[in-house]
């Protein structure tokens, strides 16, 4: 790098993350969650064969998790926000994120409180589930900001390559 271009020092120095690598992120993170799911999984199945509680309909005679029941859902929709709140609270990235090299942050570079984590969880899915409206709509703006970024007032920016050591 030549000497009259420094490298950023700031979180608001960093370039913009664009619309792909965003989403190939997130194809990372839900093989993660996938992986978080199925031990969540076993370990309801576990908890409704030693307790028998945890059936479908009263006719049920067999011991086995209803995989529909709002129990078991909630569960799993607990281990999904519990991963993507603590991976935004605690470091900033998830782990599909740190492969991308990208971190979120709100506007000023600080760490993500929990009520944007929260906002950031609750319409990550509805720009997801239109067809990726709310992530390509990053294509229309010069920062890239998809819906839940512009709901949650945070931006993701693309972290540097670290130099190699000899």
């Known amino acids: 790098m030549p000497e009259s271009v420094k490298a950023p020092t700031q979180f608001n120095q960093l370039p913009h993350a664009g619309v792909l690598p965003r989403i190939m992120a997130l194809v990372y993170d839900l093989l993660i969650v996938a992986g978080l799911w199925m031990v969540y999984g076993f370990f309801a199945m576990l908890v409704a064969s030693t307790f028998g509680g945890l059936q479908c309909q009263p006719e049920h005679v067999d011991y086995t998790p209803c995989v529909g029941g709002p129990l078991y859902q909630s569960g799993l929709l607990l281990v999904t926000a519990g991963y993507f709140f603590w991976s935004w609270r605690a470091a900033g990235q998830t782990i599909g994120m740190r492969a991308w090299r990208l971190m979120v942050a ?19 899915p509805i720009s997801l589930g239109l067809f990726c409206a709310g992530f390509l709509w990053g294509y229309l703006r010069v920062d890239g900001a998809s819906w839940h970024d512009m709901a949650s007032d945070s931006e993701v920016r693309r972290l540097p390559k670290k130099k190699k050591k000899l």
């Open 106 to 124: 709100n506007n000023n570079g600080m760490q993500l409180s929990w009520y944007q984590c929260f906002i950031r969880a609750l319409v990550g």
